[in-house]
């Protein structure tokens, strides 16, 4: 039986699952882990608060065991995240920096992570969730300390640290065309004219069922490509309001085949990753009360519907 990975290399495309390092304990999650998927995103072991934990005090032993984990599965890994408000350590959210100090800490926060994983990622979420929903610029201290040029600057640090990696923005609800999906497109067509590095936009695509479906998401991957610009769908997962039902599954399981099926009609949409496989670890319950069973595998590690709805789409 082939996996979702051998359906998905069919496409040149990859298939991949987040994780995280908690859960490694655990030995048919990490089976299945390294088994079905090509491709894995840690979940947490890459963000800032993980890695630079004291200020110019660097810990990549998270993120080390996922590339060693990724290495010994032969699967891609995409580097999560450089550039983030959220999951900040406590140094640098507790004072006040100048323009000129949070620079030189964000350059050096950057070009050391960037550099350690040089040849061990072979993309990186740079900016992760730089606009509100109306498309303005999110007020992250990043913004309000050095403004919208943070963004270019970030990915020429992290090209000058590794000069073939593939660099993207990446955020959540800009699936569909919209206010939000709009600002992303300017400022990549920006981003380009100006020769600034910037290789792909990581759609999220942390979808709800009671939210509607993002109809106009083959046509918005579409338009990047036509920038010159890969895509990915980069956190998959497709909530409901518990408790689940045989019918909220069987339309979950047509979300996913339909997010595959766009993906794959979009050459420059290079790969697909859900925000981990099995609902036992999956963040949702934790940050959306009342609400989880988004992804394909249960919590018994058993296969959903919206498993056997992506081997179809593949
Ligand atoms: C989530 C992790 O899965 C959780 O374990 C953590 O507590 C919070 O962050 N968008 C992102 C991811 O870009 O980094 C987030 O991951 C989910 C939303």
Redesign the pocket.
Known sequence: QPTLADLAQRHGRYFGS?T?NPELVDGPYKALLGSEFDQITP??GM?WYATEPQQGVFDFSHGDEIVNLARANRQKVRG??LV?H??LPEWLTSREWTAPELRAVLKKHIQTEVRHYRGKVFAW?VV??AFNEDGTYRESVFYKTLGPGYIADALRWAHQADPRVKLYL?D?NIEATGPKSDAYYRLAKELKAAGVPLHGIGL?T?LALQYGYPTTLEDNLRRFSRLGLDTALT?VDIRMQLPATEEKLAQQAEWYAGVTEACLAVRRCVGITI??YTDKYS?IP??FPGEGAALPWDEELRRKPAYFALREAL
Do not use: L
């Open positions: 987040a995280d979940g947490n963000k999560h995240t983030w959220s999951q979420d992760n969730e990446n959540y999220q942390h956190e925000w981990d963040w934790a940050v």
